[in-house]
Nanobody, 125 residues
Framework: VQLQASGGGLVQAGGSLRLSCAAS????????MGWFRQAPGKEREFIAA????????VYADSVKGRFTISRDNAKNTVYLQMNSLKPEDTAVYYC???????????????????WGQGTLVTVSS
């Protein structure tokens, strides 16, 4: 699976962005998909995950209520709608695919087998 993230950019605090992640391959619908981010000098952190069907989602506390993850299996694409952005949301955002199917560990970086190249989100104050 190859993943291509897009949609990053510069936005003012309080603004919105929608990230997209397009996947190649015919098995996209069988993967748990996740979004992570990494700010300069910090470790990569979990943001959100969505089950293969889209029926289950989970979010980091830092983004709960502001970000929404969704997927369109017909288009092999997962999205991250980001609202009420804050300067501390500034980071490179990565999408990732998880083959394991284990929902209890979807927040763990090591559970993800494939990663996109990242897209930079910068939120100005």
């Amino acid at each position: 699976v190859q993943l291509q993230a897009s949609g990053g950019g510069l936005v003012q605090a309080g603004g919105s962005l929608r990230l997209s992640c397009a996947a190649s391959g015919r098995t996209f619908s069988s993967y748990i998909m996740g979004w992570f981010r990494q700010a300069p000098g910090k470790e990569r952190e979990f943001i959100a995950a969505i089950s293969w069907s889209g029926g289950n989602t989970v979010y980091a506390d830092s983004v709960k209520g502001r970000f929404t993850i969704s997927r369109d299996n017909a288009k092999n694409t997962v999205y991250l709608q980001m609202n009420s952005l804050k300067p501390e949301d500034t980071a490179v955002y990565y999408c990732a695919a998880n083959r394991s199917g284990r929902w209890t560990t979807v927040m763990r970086v090591y559970e993800y087998d494939y990663w996109g190249q990242g897209t930079l989100v910068t939120v100005s104050s």
